[in-house]
């Protein structure tokens, strides 16, 4: 199957800084390119959806001013959270897929923890 | 809102028997349908997925079942393993619609020598 890697894979900030989030689709060019976040014990939870070259289309409950995403390119999408919190210590994820009708290959997750 | 769910929330089994992992899913017009298998601080590894447009579909020691009907879909796992052990989840979506994966909320298999 496809490859896509996250960088970086934990990541540990103090509170009120900001941490991008690298998303890269190594073998094939990623058309759409989804995050997930997921709490420990539960399952994961779509953030936003991205398009190359397109604004990401936000889920409801999510704030796009704190999560930017960009999707410059069809090999690489990138999530900054702004100005971290304690509460935003995750497991971020993402997805990528080349085309609709076509599998989402996941990404290994990157792990977040603001002290 | 329409969701995927799963019946169990963990399942214990032991090594050499069989597993099943079941999932039902609420948006009739869902077509596509995976299984993941999730191990702790990774990513969700593909297992096997199946379409609409059949109701069995089988790998390597895993069959995936669909049954349309009562939109239920299951995993079976022949001759589990320890290296089986994980978190797996169901996901849908309408492909052709490009909308992201819903994950279920996962299933436990916990595997004991």
């Known amino acids: 199957g496809a490859v896509v890697s996250q960088h970086p894979s934990r990541v540990i900030c103090k509170s009120g800084t900001s941490v991008k989030i690298e998303c890269r689709s190594l073998d094939f060019q990623a058309t759409t390119m989804f995050w997930y976040r997921q709490f420990p014990k539960q399952s994961l939870m779509l953030m936003a959806t991205?398009?190359?070259?397109?604004?990401?289309?936000?889920e409801q409950g999510v704030e796009k001013d704190k999560f930017l995403i960009n999707h410059a390119s069809l090999t690489l999408s990138t999530l900054t959270v702004t100005s971290a919190h304690p509460e935003d210590s995750s497991f971020y994820i993402c997805s990528a897929r080349g085309q609709a009708g076509e599998t989402q290959y996941f990404g290994p997750g990157t792990r977040l923890l603001v002290l | 809102g329409e969701s995927v769910g799963l019946h169990l929330p963990t399942l214990s089994v032991q090594e050499g028997d069989n597993s099943i992992i079941n999932c039902a899913y609420s948006?009739?017009?869902?077509?596509?349908f995976i299984w993941y298998k999730q191990e702790s601080g990774k990513g969700p590894q593909f297992i096997i997925d199946?379409?609409?447009?059949?109701d069995k579909r089988q790998g390597q020691r895993v069959t995936v079942l669909l049954n349309k009907t009562v939109k239920h879909l299951s995993l079976q796992i022949a001759a589990t393993q320890p290296g089986d052990s994980a978190v797996y989840f169901c996901?849908?979506?309408?492909?052709?619609?490009?909308?992201?994966?819903?994950f279920g909320k996962g299933t436990t298999l916990s595997v004991s020598s």
């Open positions: 996901a849908e979506n309408t492909l052709q619609a490009g909308t992201a994966l819903i």
């Open positions: 948006n009739s017009a869902s077509d596509y």
């Open positions: 199946i379409r609409s447009n059949m």
């Open positions: 991205s398009n190359e070259g397109s604004k990401a289309t936000y």
